[in-house]
């Protein structure tokens, strides 16, 4: 997933979630979330066009996925949110079906690491999600997202 500030993206559904108070553990947790912040993913694509010698498949997510509960906590505690409600797998699904989107994108692990990237040298800017995060909510707050007053 790449992460962004802009409305209408991945973030920012997350982020409504943390808002609202929900965004806690979804189904068993464990599934893992691999990530890209935006300004990665920019580079680490011109630095693929540069580079012809590599060819084929290479991922574009941050070196450090996260287990789902890991990662919405750290989000959580970004924008200074101290719980966020637990989702089973049936409240996903309703939510799923109101977002038209499927729950398998929401509940399936993805534990992608970029090993091809990072041995052509690529170095990354955020590649950990707890900067990662706090720089998107600057970026959200820039855009005029607004948070609640008092929080980072």
Not at 126 to 135: D, G, L, P, Q, V
Request: hydrophobic fraction near 45%; proline fraction near 7%; glycine fraction near 10%.
């Amino acid at each position: 997933m790449t992460m962004s500030p802009d409305p209408g993206g991945i973030f920012d559904v997350l982020l409504r979630l943390v808002r609202f108070g929900l965004g806690g553990i979804i189904g068993s947790g464990k599934q893992y979330i691999s990530w890209i912040h935006e300004s990665d993913f920019i580079r680490a694509v011109e630095f693929l066009i540069a580079r012809e010698e590599l060819s084929g498949v290479v991922n574009l997510a941050s070196p450090h996925p996260l287990p789902q509960s890991e990662f919405m906590r750290i989000l959580r505690t970004a924008y200074g949110a101290p719980v966020g409600l637990p989702a089973t797998e049936w409240m996903v699904a309703i939510g799923a079906w109101l977002l038209r989107t499927e729950t398998e994108l929401i509940l399936k692990s993805r534990r992608v690491v970029p090993r091809r990237l990072t041995d052509a040298g690529f170095q990354f800017e955020f590649a950990e999600w707890t900067a990662a995060s706090k720089s998107l909510l600057c970026g959200a707050a820039n855009r005029g997202r607004s948070r609640p007053s008092g929080r980072p």
